[in-house]
């Protein structure tokens, strides 16, 4: 079964500019979560989306916003750019609505805005 | 809200040594599950072991296994005959188990242990 793939897996764009993300989660599974890594404030969790409906959100601003599709594939957007928005973000995806589900990673996007 | 404190930044081990990497935890809750996710350096993060609070009995996976103090609110990762692909970041991660609240599948990550294997 193929794994979680996120694309692109690299990024440049610059300040003010806006981004999307895609995350194809495995197959079967419902449940996409987003993270942001960075070096200052390591691995936070952006939102997640279950059957199309985002379940939970992070602590971060109205310019980062997501989607589920009917397929579970997710998309994540970054409006106006900002240096800091420079990251690594994951894509994890599991069964369903957590329990004792397991999320299993993606290999990441890493975005650099210049 | 849970927070998760890995206070080694970096840790090393002899190869075939025994290594054993902390983690404790705050949080109110009586039920949750507790993670150690591996990150070499392809940034890939992979699931070494999981820990569900309501047992008793550490987990094992081959050669890691964890010691979990529920009372101490601690969990420590330790890894046994330690290999070269051992090498990377070792995250500690949180996850409540009420899903009804909306917790559902979100992870709290302490800030990683950095672990180096040496000939």
């Known amino acids: 079964k193929a794994g979680v793939t996120q694309t692109p897996r690299y990024l440049i764009k610059t300040r003010g500019q806006q981004v999307t993300l895609s995350c194809s989660p495995i197959?079967?599974?419902?449940?996409v979560s987003w993270y942001q890594q960075t070096p200052g404030q390591g691995l936070q969790f952006l939102f997640e989306?279950?059957?199309?409906?985002?379940?939970n959100k992070g602590n971060f601003p109205g310019r980062f916003s997501g989607r589920q599709f009917s397929n579970s594939r997710s998309e994540m957007n970054v409006s106006t750019l900002e240096l800091g928005d420079s990251a690594l973000y994951l894509c994890a995806s599991s069964l369903g609505a957590g329990g004792s589900d397991t999320q299993y990673f993606g290999p990441g996007t890493r975005l650099t805005v210049l | 809200a849970q927070t998760v404190t890995q206070s080694q930044p970096e840790m090393s081990v002899q190869e075939a040594e025994t290594v054993t990497l902390s983690c404790t935890y705050d949080t109110s809750e009586s039920d949750y599950y507790l993670f150690w996710y591996k990150q070499p350096p392809s940034r890939q993060m992979i699931l070494v072991i999981r820990?569900?609070?309501?047992?008793?009995q550490n987990a094992t996976e081959n050669r890691f296994s964890v010691n979990f103090q529920k009372a101490a609110k601690s969990f420590s990762l330790k890894i046994s005959d330690s290999q070269l692909g051992d090498a990377a970041m070792y995250f500690c991660?949180?996850?409540?188990?009420?899903?009804?609240?909306?917790?559902?599948?979100?992870?709290?990550f302490g800030t990683g242990t950095q672990l180096k294997v040496e000939l």
């Open positions: 197959s079967g599974h419902r449940s």
């Open positions: 991660a949180y996850r409540t188990y009420i899903i009804l609240t909306g917790g559902g599948n979100k992870l709290t």
């Open positions: 820990q569900e609070a309501y047992k008793q």
């Open positions: 989306y279950f059957s199309e409906t985002q379940r």
